[in-house]
């Protein structure tokens, strides 16, 4: 059995992407929780395990591999297990470039969404205060870089779901579910994606209000 290593109170998008993968996948694995306020992801034996130090991290046993950040997690887990479950890329290679970019991206840019739409906005249903002009400016960035890829009905980025479905959905239901202005047709993507069982699985997850 694997090993997915999380967030105690199950808020981080990262964590969440690496759940998804593994049950998209079909994959048996065992959450272990850290806590992240006590700082137990600087652990030594967490280190061992996790060159990062961050969440996710995924042991996998049967090949006797740790891997960290939630991108590669799902890359290496498609490409090692490829006949098990629900592919997580795409076939064609021109989409599949697509997808890692759109993975990327959502990581390394947007901060001030992330940090004036943290994910307490969409798991514990948190009411943040107004967009600033510069968190603004980056969902405008976001909406048109997703209008880009999906036109109205389109339910899907790619032919078939992938997990840069997933991670896009989220960026986008911070915005959603904290009220905030987004295209209709964005707004009806994000709900669809976040319907998915293995989506629905995490956000169903005990978390603590406090």
Known sequence: ?????????????YAMSAYVALREKGLAFELRLLNLQKAEQASAAYAAISNTQRVPALVDNAHNFNLSESSAIAEY??????????????????????????????RSDLQHIREERPTEVVFLKRSPAPLSAKAQTAANKLFHAATQLLQPGQQHLFDEWSIADTDLALMLNRLVLAEDPVPEHLVHYAYLQWQRPSVQDWVNLPRQIG
């Open 77 to 106: 887990i498609d490409e090692r297990y490829r006949e098990r479950g629900h592919s997580l890329y795409p076939a064609n290679i021109s989409a599949r470039a697509k997808a890692r970019e759109l993975q990327a991206w959502l």
């Open 1 to 13: 059995m694997m090993i997915l290593y999380v967030d105690a109170n199950y808020l981080s998008p």
